[in-house]
């Protein structure tokens, strides 16, 4: 019960304050909002990826291991996804909206957290972690954001905007810095590292300014699907995953516990920016995030008992 209640108190209860404190701003000095997401998106989301990254200790041998389950775990969630919403019979932004918020998770400022207090004295676990983030950049900015643009773009003009994104050269930066061992200099890495610090306050204040501006008259539909997808439907399917491809130990309890973390706040930043149902979108990150207090401790808990 007290392990239950240090995840509550150091993780969720901060990311409670922010959203908070960015309610409380947007109702006293009425922020427009798009150049905050145009910040957040072009110059601290790169930044923070590029940092993650860079300094991951990831083994050679561990990101082999994972590649199969990863690659599986993102195909099915994101078949899901598709199938719900046509069942569901849902168009255009809410269609949009279950679906990236189904597949994408945020293993950013929630999960990394989640893993530091949960493995702090295996880094193998955190080391998956990493390893997941980086998975979840990429599928942000391909699967994510052609869902957002597909409907009135075409695939071509999907992949000329997401190569207009910095965030894809910090990732590629960050690999090849990787791959041959280079030195950043460091006139250069405390710019960066002072971004990337203040990337996960940001993007909360963000959603919690989203969201002073929603007028919350019923509880949509896609909240409680979105939910029921990210938070029970993922960790069921990682945890089916994880027993048939024989992942044991830390790997299989940290690519569990990832599983079960709540809806990207990446998505709600990126409706924001091409106005895509921007309101429900943010309504999703934000009832997912709550709901996860109860479900990932629940599944922090089943990891450590069956691994």
């Not at 940092?51 to 199969?68: R, T």
Request: hydrophobic content about 55%; overall charge neutral; proline content about 4%.
């Amino acid at each position: 019960m007290a392990y239950i209640s240090l995840i509550f108190v150091d993780v969720i209860v901060p990311l409670l304050i922010l959203l908070g404190i960015g309610v409380l701003l947007q109702k006293k000095f009425e922020f427009r909002l798009r150049p905050i997401a145009n910040l957040l998106t072009y110059c601290f989301l790169p930044s923070a990826v590029f940092l993650n990254l860079y300094e991951a200790e990831i083994d050679a041998g561990l990101l082999g291991q994972l590649v199969v389950y990863l690659a599986l775990f993102v195909l099915v969630i994101a078949l899901f996804g598709e199938w719900l919403s046509r069942f569901l019979g849902l168009a255009g932004g809410e269609q949009t909206a279950l679906k990236n918020s189904i597949s994408l998770m945020n293993s950013g400022n929630y999960g990394l957290p989640v893993s530091q207090l949960a493995f702090s004295a295996n880094p193998v676990g955190v080391s998956v972690q990493i390893i997941v983030l980086v998975v979840q950049n990429l599928l942000t900015f391909t699967y994510g954001l052609y869902n957002l643009r597909s409907s009135s773009k075409s695939l071509v003009e999907v992949m000329r905007e997401l190569l207009r994104l910095p965030v894809i050269y910090a990732l590629a930066a960050a690999f090849i810095l990787k791959m041959f061992q280079a030195e950043v200099p460091r006139f250069i890495m405390v710019p960066i590292e002072q971004l990337a610090g203040g990337f996960a306050a940001l993007a909360l204040l963000l959603l919690g300014m989203q969201l002073a501006q929603i007028e919350i008259r019923s509880f949509h539909r896609v909240i409680a699907w979105s939910a029921l997808g990210r938070l029970i439907v993922g960790p069921a399917v990682a945890l089916l995953l994880i027993m048939l491809l024989g992942i044991d130990g830390v790997i299989a309890q940290s690519l569990f516990i990832a599983s079960a973390f709540p809806t990207s706040r990446n998505t709600a930043t990126l409706a924001l920016e091409y106005d895509v149902e921007p309101e429900l979108h943010a309504q999703v990150v934000l009832y997912s995030t709550i709901l996860s207090s109860i479900t990932v401790t629940f599944v922090i808990y089943l990891s450590m008992q069956l691994f």
